[in-house]
């Protein structure tokens, strides 16, 4: 099953001519979930992977550079006339903004779900759950970790015929798959180790930071925040965010297959950053808006950084053709 | 003096790939005034003429996609440290919603002066006004004329010789241009009759109606939105919308020098829009996002249409270098 990570939005605080305001959409099979809603969102989002899918939105914090699209797209998702349930969950205060924000907006017509949780809370899908995890920012902040379940360990045909099982009937591994023991054999005997799921974590807005660091062991993915280069080591400290080598230490602890760079200040050039960062942690990316990151089973190979690849293909002319007709004079 | 309005979003009620929610930026010499400002203006004026120059901000009326990036911009100039006040006029209800806003977002360290107004009030600039005018929506909606002052008449420094005023000191003419009777020669006798300012009007989302009518009537550009084509205009009509033919129709009834169409429903093809007010009134252009109109003084000519002029220069890519570094693996 694929799962896939769109980096919706990269920037932080503020966006840029290049960078939207904090969002990523996590993709696994059908089910789009979405981290974060800093404004303008939507439209980033309708550029790429769209919207309808969505059915989950995981906030870190409150800081507005992180929820100001939550309004709007409610809205549009109203427009288009959904009447799926979106579930919205995050810190503390989620319920209440959401409240107020739609004493401006007015409601919408499809069901919302929303919920405060706190760390070690958990949301449970069909087949992967999200954790809340407790990170330091300057507000009450949640990382996130979504987790696949994990999966049965892999069946051995072979083992099983060389123990005498399915030489004549190959149904008799459908039961020791299903836990049966056959012919005095028994399934964990012809089946490897059950097998981790998938692992995505998603620092927010923090310092590094223990909970972050255990949370993130051996994950496929983290995406953590770097807001500043090391020479701003002591305004990351004030403000409650990371460095970039920070963050690269905090994956190498962790020993993360792949660290991905998000929320760097607009005071910084990205290529610096990420060459700053891989000193520390070589498997590092800093992805643009737009770029995706690919999530395989372990078995099948490394996460895959695709630069562009959630990229509009030229969408604004596609979607156009005014200029098509000659000016009025 | 240059008069310039920039369609910074031209889609209404949801953003499309090609087009963000309501922002028009009118330039004139160094004043930038934003008239309305739906979610992801900031990043559209970021990408294109700059936000540190705006000082007045006029909003409509307070349907969520005309005012909704107003929350994150006040946030952006706040980090850009400005200390400049910003004024920011609407409709009654707006100062209770900025209060409402900053419940949720914070204060910002500049001072802002925001003003609710009734059709008829003015604010008055230096060299222009914005009048407030009541137009004809499911809310309380204004439209705006932005309105220059009217300029003196022309001196003939010809005429004046004829009648024998500084054919020795040419100092004279001053002494005429400022009103003083010389050698019996009146300022009026060798001044043409005084200019009228130029004019815009916007209509915000509005009916046609009388009131605009009349606002509009001769002014240099009228932007009037036009949510739907003429096969929808019962809905327009329900919706408290123009069609494309009644909004084209009014511009010719007030004989207005060009009609700019916003608003437009991603229902309907923006050619096929076009098209379908020119032949009410062929003036009419429908912009996209980044087309900019010139109004020049109108013994220089005619408004002109320069599409794409406020487009960024593939900012992303200018102001983007992380993908110079290979990938991590």
Redo the contacts between chains.
Sequence with gaps: MNLEVLFAGTGG?????????PALLVRRGGEHVLVDCG??T??QL??SFGLAEIDLVLLTHLH??HW??L??LL??LD??DRTVPLTIVGPVGTTA?LA??Q????RVRYPLDVQDVEPGDIVERDGWRAEAIGVQHRTTALGWVLAEDDRPGRFDPEAARALGVGLEDPREFGLLQKGETVRGVRPEQVTSEKRFGRRIVVSGDTRPCDALRAAAWRCDLLVHEATFMDEQAERARKTGHSTTSEAAALAAEAEVG?LALVHLSARH???E???EA?RTF????????FDVIDVPFPERG?PI?R??AGR?RR???????????P???
Tied chains: 1, 2.
Excluded: N, Y
Aim: no cysteine; hydrophobic share 35%; charged share 30%.
């Design positions: 605080s503020a966006p840029t001519p290049g960078r939207g305001l404004e303008g939507q439209r309708m550029r507005t550079d100001l699209g309004p709007g809205k549009t427009l288009q903004a107020a924000v004493d401006l907006t007015g792949l050039r990205p290529t950053a990420l060459a891989r070589e498997h590092t990316e800093l992805p643009r808006d490394d950084f630069p562009g509009p969408a604004e002319d596609a979607a156009e053709d005014a200029a098509s007709l000016p009025a004079r």
